[in-house]
Structures are given as C-alpha cells and as structure tokens.
C-alpha cells in the first residue's frame, strides 16, 4: 500500500482570490505594464516591484508577473530555439525537479501559468526542500509517456545534490525507466542550471536556462495541455 500523504503541491488557499475575478482582472493589466518596463530594459525585480507597488499585489501576485512575463526579446530567442520535431533518437536532458515539481501542481489542481513564452511554470518553488508525495509517480510516469511519444534515443535526469531526497527521486525515477526501451540515467549534481545552460534538448521551464541553452522541447506545455481539470492562467498573450 503507497503511504505517501496526500499533498496539493503548490496549493495556496488565497489564490481563489488573489487570481480570480477583479484580482486577475488588475494582474492582467499589471502584466502589459510589467512587459512596458521589461521591453525597455528594467530589471525584473524593478520592473514587478514598480508594477506591484502601483496595484497593491501581495508577494505571490508579484512571483506570478516574474514567472510568466519576459520581454518580447527573450521571448523570441527562446521560441527560435524551441525543438517541435526533429527529436527522434536525440538526447534529452530533464531538469528534473523542476519538471517535475510543476507535474505534481497540475495533477493537485493547483495554479500554473501559460507564460508568454509558452512556458508552463508554477509558484510552488523548491528552497532547498523536497519530498516524494502521492502525486510524484504519476508525474514521472506523464514524461516517460510523453518522451516515449517524440521518441528521443536517450534521456538523462538532473537533481540538484543539495535539495532533500534527491537520491530517493533519482531511485523512484530509474525504477519507472525499466519499462521503456530508451536509455535513461540519473546524475545527482551540485549546479544543474550551469549545466543545463550549455546543453541542446533540454527540459526545463527555468527562464534563465532557457535563455542560455542551444536548444529546449516544452515538455511540460504538452502533457498538461492533454491533462484534465488543470488550473491554468494566461496573464498575457504569448507573442
């Protein structure tokens, strides 16, 4: 019997109010003027401080314009390097929990983001902490599922040494990978986004990451958008 306890990652109570109604109407307009700032080249902590500040957001209201809008420039670079075909027998490369972590939001039914990039990102987080929850197997099942269906040769796994049972994800990880007939390895590290910001294929929603790598596949975007009553928001149109 799974003893794991049941846990909606990502799940805060006030986000039914925080992203519904006149709330999500002013984040929305919030996210054109934080994209104003962004395309004239302020700093995203000045540019979702100076929008925050004029709409009174609360702290996560401001993570949800930093995680969802970029400027029209990164936005670009990151869809040119984009792979949506061509990805029979490559190597792939998973930043693991953070693809993950957001797989685990979408089946708690908790708040995830379309971003601009059409990136799906989530405000759960990480800090350093994790743990395996009911939802975790299921999670890692969908990208086997999904790596199965583009097809790729190889795919290898990053999590980061100094976050909590890594080696308990990676063991849960190998053990799902018996099933299919792609090679799949595990490397436990101490700096996976330096790492992934020098790989093509990479899986990740990290902005960052996506801004340095050669080339990435939106992993995450397709599995949930096959996925039932997921929770998700567009605060701006992609472009």
């Not at 583009?150 to 994800?169: H, K």
């Not at 790598?213 to 599995?223: D, E, F, Q, R």
């Amino acid at each position: 019997m799974d003893t794991r306890k049941i846990v909606k990652r990502g799940y805060v109570p006030s986000d039914q109010k925080e992203f519904a109604g006149i709330q999500l109407e002013h984040l929305k307009e919030a996210a054109k003027d934080t994209r104003y700032l962004l395309d004239r080249g302020y700093a995203m902590k000045n540019a979702t401080t100076f929008v925050g500040n004029h709409y009174m957001f609360s702290e996560r209201q401001r993570l949800a314009l930093a995680r969802s809008i970029s400027c029209n420039t990164d936005v670009q670079k990151r869809k040119e390097k984009m792979l949506e075909k061509g990805t029979e027998g490559m190597t792939v490369h998973v930043d693991g929990f953070n693809t993950i972590i957001s797989l685990e939001v979408a089946l708690s039914g908790s708040l995830l983001f379309h971003c601009c990039d059409g990136t799906i990102r989530d405000l759960a987080g990480l800090r350093g902490t994790y743990r395996i929850i009911d939802k975790t197997e299921q999670a890692v099942r969908l990208i086997f599922a999904q790596l199965k269906k583009i097809e790729i040769g190889e795919a290898v796994f990053y999590l980061d040494a100094p976050v909590s049972n890594s080696g308990r994800l990676k063991a849960l990880i190998l053990e799902i990978a018996d099933g299919y007939d792609f090679d799949v390895s595990v490397e436990i590290i101490n700096d996976v986004d330096r790492v992934l910001e020098k790989l093509s294929g990479v899986i990740s929603g990290d902005a960052i990451i996506l801004n340095k790598c050669k080339s990435w596949i939106n992993l995450v975007s397709a599995i949930v958008s096959d996925l039932p009553d997921v929770w998700v928001i567009e605060l701006m149109d992609g472009q």
